[in-house]
Structures are given as structure tokens and as C-alpha cells.
């Protein structure tokens, strides 16, 4: 038989593919996290108005342009300029591309809108903001004259910039001749660079400190899930080539240890049923050939003509044959219910009428013994259940009752419905069971006492009657004050008419 051997170093290769696969999610987290900030911030700047700026030095340059064109002067204005240039406004803005309002400033009254918006006399109330123009464009465009410049909202809200020029004064008022265009959003070339500028470089630096922390993580996660796995899969080696005592230690994340605790419990149940099996063959080889020597020796001696009473020598050899018979026929039995592959015949079962049946054929047997059998056993709300063999656990516990109870004794055999089934007790007041025999009174081949005799049994009708029981999905107990103090056998069956109560009690 070919055993598998662990790779030759397989913590090694192990961790690093932990670390590996840790390392790449999380670097597919972070590229992921850091790709949303990312457009998070473009969308955040992408939402920014441009900076007034630009629009001030353009608008008052176009300001300068138009006041030159119109051939307007400084300071006063006389009334045919100011005819001529209301009358203009609307074509002139046109032509340059903006907005002219011409405003009366200490009442914030618009007298003129190109844009039609506001109308005449309309309030209109203007954002004054101190900017300086540089110097530049103040030699370039040549202004004499303190321009003005700011923002203010349209009829619907929308946010204008404008640069105004305070010094033409238009008549007698202190009107000014404002140049408006509306609040543009940064464009995308601006924004972009913007990003690449400020925003690119600390997202690199983010993404290259959380590849070292993930390095340090994924390094430190992967050895406190090797190590320990490492060990499982030598324990596993070391079991599959039969070292049954072999443990693992329960360490490291929970899951782990879960697995580790599991594969201890599987272990320990591997180690008992190999125990069991070695155990098995013993007691077969040993419990089938004590028959089998008696029948040899008493046919030998018939057949030598040695037997002084034949007649006896035969008994024996017909009483040993019915033994091994009962054995073979027990051992295929307990085979096939541990395989799962004795029919049962399920059907309804009253517990209580079958005791009764079994307790009733067995009283004579009882009284034979001078033992007195109590039958205690009402009908009972049905279980689904193998009559016949519900009827040989019955049989079993109750002839082991009589077999185990010494002449004068009592048994008692109770029927009754308990905890969503029905229960069976079987009680005498015979020999009893010692403490170190309770826990292995269920085993194939185990009795308390070998001593030979004609009707000694094979030490397998406890171990069919548990299968038998755990077959219906119940259990079997025994209690035993200890020896001389009679023992009883407890087996309890679900009944589903009896869950359907209990569970319909339960929600009420
Ligand atoms: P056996 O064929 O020996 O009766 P069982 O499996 O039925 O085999 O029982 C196993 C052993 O359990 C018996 O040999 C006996 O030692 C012990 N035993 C079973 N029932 C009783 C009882 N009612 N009182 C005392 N000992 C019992």
C-alpha cells in the first residue's frame, strides 16, 4: 500500500502563495479604493467654477475695447453720448460676445440690460469684490479710472461675473457701464492639469504606502495560517500511515483551530474503530473456535468410542452447534444494520401493546425462575418502527433481565410517553452491572462475566439492540447501582404524532 508523503517543503510554498494571493487582493483593494478617490476628487473639481479671474482681466480688456470704440471720453458724458450709447448696448454686446448693463450704483438699479433681463429700474444688488488688476494689463489696456469689479445673480439665479467701469460716468448720476458674462465651470484641460499638478503625486504616495503596509499584512496573516496548517498536514501524514495517537495542536485564527479540534475528533474516532476492529477479529477468532473445540472433542471422543455417555457428548455438540449457529446469524444481522442494509419494515407501533405481548410470552420463563415479571405497559400513541425487530430489543432486554437475575428477584418491564416519544424500561433486582462494565456493555462480544455454560450467550445481543434502536433514530441507556443492585435499560423512540404535539405546543 502506497502511503501520500507531504511535499518536501510545503510551509514554504504554502505561505508564499497565502502571502501571494493576500498581496494581490490587497492590492486590487487598494487600486480599486484609490481609482474612486481619484474620480471622486476630478468630479469634485470638475463641479468648481472657474477662478473669477480670468474673467475680470477678459471682460475689462473687452471693457476697454468697447469704450474706445464708441469713442467715449472720460468723465461726464453728454446727453447725446448717452442716447447714442443706450441705443447701442444691445448690438454692441453682440458683437464682443457679452453682457452690458449699464447701472445706477448708489441705488443698485439696473438702467440698461442687453440681455433683456432686467428691466428697467429693476434692483439688482452687486457683489463688490476688492481685485486688483495686474500691472501688466493695466499699462497694456492703459485705464485711468478705479475699475470695479465682482458678481451678481440674474433674474434666474444664475451666477454673473462682471468688470465695470466706475469712471465713465454716464450723465449726472453715478452710473457705471458693467461687462458680465456667466460663471463658466473650469474646463476640462484646466481641471485635468489641476489634477496632475497637486492631486497626482499624493495619490501615488498613498498607493506605495499601502503596498508596504499589505507586504507587512499579507506576510503576517499568511504565517498565522501556515503554521498551523502545516501541522494538520503532518498530523494527517503521520495518521495515514497509522499513527493513531497522533494530535494536532488547536492554534492560530478560529476557523483553523475548528479544523484542527475536528480533525482531532476525527482522529480519536478513527483510533477507536480501528481499536474496535482489532478488538472484533480477536473475539471472533476466539468466541467462534471455543464451540468449535467442544464439538471436536466430543465427536472425537465418540467416534474413538472414549464417550462414556454419548447420548451426552451429543447434547453438547448439538447445544455448541446452536450456539455458533445463533453467532453467525447474530453477526450477519449486526453487519448489515452497520451497514445500513437490513430492511426494516416500517409501520405504525403501539410500544406499550408490544411490551405487553413480549412481557406476557415471557412470564412463563420468568416463572420457571422464580422471578416475578411486572408488566406495566398502556397503549401508547403510535411510532413508525420494525415490529419484529422492535420485538427482538424487547426479547433481548427483558431475557437478559431473567438470565441476570438470581431465583426470588423482580422485573419490571414500564411502557410510558416521554419527552416526544415513547419510553421502555426494563428494571430487576438481579446481579447488576459494575461501574468500569457501564460503558462498554453496548460493545460486540462483550461480557461481564466469560464463564463457559450451556446457555451462555454470545455477547451480541446488546450491541443489535442498540443498532436496531439507533436505526429508528433513538437510544439506549443502562443505569447500575453496581453489583448485586440490579440494573436498568432505558430505550426511548420518537414518535412524530408525539413532535407534532409537542411542537404545536411549543409555538402556542
Ligand atoms: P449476552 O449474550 O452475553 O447476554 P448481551 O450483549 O445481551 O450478550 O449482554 C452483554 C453482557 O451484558 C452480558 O454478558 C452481561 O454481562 C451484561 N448484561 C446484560 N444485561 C444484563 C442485566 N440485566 N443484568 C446484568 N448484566 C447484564
Not at 479604493?33 to 476628487?41: F, K, M, N, P
Not at 457679452?98 to 439688482?124: C, K
Not at 456493555?441 to 439507533?470: C, N, S
Amino acid at each position: 500500500m502506497t502511503t501520500p508523503q507531504p511535499p518536501s517543503n510545503p510551509a514554504n510554498h504554502r505561505s508564499m502563495r497565502l502571502r501571494g494571493r493576500l498581496l494581490i487582493s490587497y492590492a486590487v483593494l487598494l487600486t480599486v479604493t484609490l481609482a474612486v478617490v481619484a474620480l471622486v476628487l476630478l468630479l469634485f473639481l470638475f463641479a468648481q467654477p472657474a477662478p473669477v479671474e480670468d474673467s475680470y482681466e477678459q471682460l475689462i480688456t473687452v471693457a476697454r475695447d468697447v469704450i474706445q470704440d464708441s469713442g467715449l471720453t472720460e468723465g461726464r458724458v453728454s446727453l447725446a453720448e448717452l442716447q447714442r450709447l443706450l441705443t447701442s448696448i444691445p448690438q454692441t454686446a453682440q458683437e464682443y460676445g457679452v453682457r452690458i448693463l449699464v447701472v445706477n450704483l448708489p441705488n443698485q438699479t439696473v438702467l440698461v440690460d442687453s440681455a433683456g433681463a432686467f428691466s428697467d429700474g429693476a434692483a439688482l444688488t452687486l457683489e463688490r469684490e476688492a481685485y486688483t488688476l495686474p500691472t501688466y494689463l493695466v499699462n497694456r489696456i492703459g485705464l485711468r479710472g478705479e475699475p470695479i469689479f465682482g458678481r451678481f445673480r440674474d433674474v434666474d439665479g444664475a451666477e454673473w461675473v462682471y468688470s465695470g467701469l466706475a469712471f465713465v460716468r454716464l450723465g449726472a448720476e453715478n452710473n457705471a457701464l458693467l461687462f458680465a458674462e456667466r460663471r463658466a465651470r473650469q474646463p476640462a484641460p484646466v481641471v485635468i492639469q489641476r489634477f496632475r499638478r497637486e492631486l497626482a503625486l499624493p495619490l501615488c504616495q498613498a498607493a506605495l504606502i499601502g503596498l508596504i503596509v499589505s507586504l507587512a499584512l499579507a506576510g503576517a496573516v499568511s504565517r498565522a495560517f501556515t503554521r498551523p496548517l502545516t501541522r494538520l498536514e503532518e498530523g494527517a501524514a503521520a495518521v495515514a500511515v497509522g499513527h493513531y495517537d497522533q494530535r494536532v495542536a488547536e492554534e492560530g485564527p478560529a476557523e483553523i483551530r475548528a479544523v484542527a479540534a475536528a480533525f482531532n475528533h476525527m482522529v480519536s474516532e478513527v483510533q477507536n474503530s480501528q481499536q474496535a476492529q482489532k478488538d472484533f477479529l480477536a473475539n471472533v477468532g476466539h468466541d467462534l473456535k471455543t464451540p468449535l473445540t467442544s464439538i471436536q472433542g466430543y465427536s472425537q471422543a465418540i467416534m474413538d468410542g472414549a464417550a462414556k455417555d454419548p447420548a451426552k457428548a451429543a447434547r453438547v455438540i448439538h447445544e455448541e452447534a446452536g450456539r455458533l449457529n445463533r453467532m453467525v446469524t447474530e453477526l450477519t444481522d449486526l453487519a448489515r444494520l452497520q451497514a445500513g442494509r437490513l430492511s426494516m419494515k416500517t409501520r405504525p407501533i403501539d410500544m406499550g401493546q408490544l411490551a405487553a405481548v413480549i412481557g406476557e410470552r415471557l412470564s412463563l420463563l420468568a416463572r420457571e425462575r422464580s422471578l416475578t415479571l411486572h408488566i406495566d405497559a398502556p397503549s401508547l400513541p403510535e411510532i413508525a418502527g420494525d415490529g419484529d425487530r422492535l420485538a427482538q430489543v424487547l426479547t433481548n432486554l427483558v431475557s437478559n433481565a431473567i438470565k441476570y437475575t438470581p431465583s426470588g428477584g423482580e422485573i419490571w418491564l414500564q411502557a410510558h410517553v416521554n419527552n416526544g416519544g415513547v419510553e421502555v424500561i426494563v428494571r430487576d433486582t438481579g446481579r447488576g452491572i459494575a461501574a468500569e462494565d457501564l460503558p462498554r456493555i453496548f460493545e460486540r462480544f462483550y461480557q461481564v462475566d466469560k464463564a463457559r455454560g450451556p446457555k451462555r450467550g454470545t455477547g451480541l445481543g446488546l450491541a443489535i439492540t442498540q443498532e436496531i434502536i439507533q436505526a429508528h433514530g433513538g437510544r439506549i441507556s443502562v443505569t447500575s447501582a453496581g453489583v448485586g443492585q440490579g440494573s436498568t435499560f432505558t430505550i426511548w423512540l420518537p414518535s412524530p404524532m408525539l413532535t407534532t404535539i409537542a411542537r404545536g405546543r411549543g409555538r402556542m
